[in-house]
């Protein structure tokens, strides 16, 4: 369906914005609930799936509105169970979410940018241009698509959503909340929040306003380095967006929110597989309670980057564990499909 002029995408507006319409038009504002529940309880694709509405009201609704939702384009199944789809946006751009299957719970990794802007070095979607932010119910569809993706092949529900995809979810923040709004509210998945992971580079303003927001997600930041000079040449954001910045944000944050922050650590040969790193780690870890996951890199094809050996990641996990912290060692998922974390860059 392509939208006119004067066809405007109904998912951009609140229940409130639908009943002013119905009764705009003469008709009860009670319509709008049910529409709304179609819109996004039932995802329904299409006017016409709205069976309880009379037909010259579905035929109001087609004259004033589309309903844009995604296309799962491509799927492919790694031989670990993991999914990669490739999403079509209704303006023809493409972005990649995962599904990941584990014995106790099926992770959705959705995306909420088409490319970035951040420019991590060791990170493929960092290779493409930020073309713009997702809206939220292209946040919100990819949840559904892979919610009946889980139901569909491994017979059981969807535990948890991480946003972890392509792009930075900080950056994107209005669209980011409304789509979890959407996602835990009854009206929508009534998912639970504490099961939804947002991570970011660690934009320190930001973390700021999800505190000063009283959010009830959890939040998992990508150090990579606890050193600034390390941390700046892989990540450019942290030039402007200091270690010191960042600490101070995520005691603000854990005043206010009371749960540890989860740190991504990738520990690369040659940049910080030394004790020196590790202990900048262990130090950086006592600004608030946290866990660490170091989780393995995926190699995104120029080779500047290379795994560290496994005795420096024992390294890391016996400092960190002998001091308390909670350390796992994350084994990736959906390589051979490019699925893993950093691989997201649209091969097709
Ligand atoms: N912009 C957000 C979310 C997207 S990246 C963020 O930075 O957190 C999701 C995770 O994958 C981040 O921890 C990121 O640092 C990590 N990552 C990026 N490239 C990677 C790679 N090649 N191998 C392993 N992890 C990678």
Redesign the pocket.
């Known amino acids: 369906m392509v939208s006119t002029a004067t066809q405007r995408d109904i998912r951009k507006l609140s229940l409130e914005d639908l009943k002013t319409f119905f009764v705009e038009q003469g008709d009860k504002p009670f319509r709008a609930q049910q529409v709304y529940e179609w819109l996004w309880k039932k995802s329904a694709k299409d006017f016409d799936q709205m069976t309880n509405l009379s037909l010259p009201t579905r035929e109001l609704l087609k004259a004033h509105f589309v309903i844009n939702h995604i296309r799962v384009d491509q799927m492919q199944r790694s031989v670990d169970g993991t999914i990669k789809n490739a999403v079509k946006l209704h303006d023809g751009l493409i972005v990649e979410s995962v599904l990941i299957p584990k014995e106790k719970r099926i992770t959705a990794c959705v995306s909420s940018q088409v490319g970035?802007s951040?420019d991590?070095k060791?990170?493929?979607t960092a290779r493409l241009k930020r073309m713009r932010n997702l809206n939220a119910d292209e946040i919100y569809d990819q949840v559904v698509a892979i919610q009946q993706q889980s139901e569909l092949f491994f017979g059981r529900p969807l535990t948890n959503i991480v946003?972890?995809?392509m792009?930075?979810?900080l950056l994107n923040y209005a669209n980011v909340i409304e789509a979890i709004d959407k996602i835990t509210s009854p009206k929508g998945l009534n998912m639970a929040p504490k099961r939804i992971t947002v991570?970011?580079?660690g934009i320190a303003k930001m973390i700021k306003k999800m505190a000063d927001d009283e959010v009830k997600f959890n939040l998992a930041v990508?150090l990579?380095d606890a050193i600034n000079e390390t941390r700046s040449a892989i990540m450019p954001i942290n030039e402007s967006n200091s270690l010191e910045e960042l600490a101070e944000a995520l005691k603000y944050w854990y005043a206010k929110r009371k749960r540890k922050v989860t740190y991504?650590y990738?520990v690369w040969k040659g940049i910080n597989d030394t004790r020196t790193h590790a202990e900048a780690l262990l130090k950086y870890c006592q600004h608030v309670p946290c866990k660490v996951n170091l989780?393995e890199?995926?190699p995104?094809d120029d080779g500047a980057f290379q795994q560290a050996s496994d005795e420096a990641l024992r390294m890391y996990q016996e400092l960190l564990e002998g001091h308390g912290i909670t350390t796992r060692i994350r084994k990736s998922r959906g390589k051979d499909i490019d699925a893993a974390?950093?691989?997201l860059a649209n091969k097709s």
């Open positions: 970035c951040l991590c060791f990170c493929a946003f972890m995809g792009g930075e979810p991570s970011t580079v990508s990579h991504e990738v989780i890199y995926n995104i974390c950093g691989q």
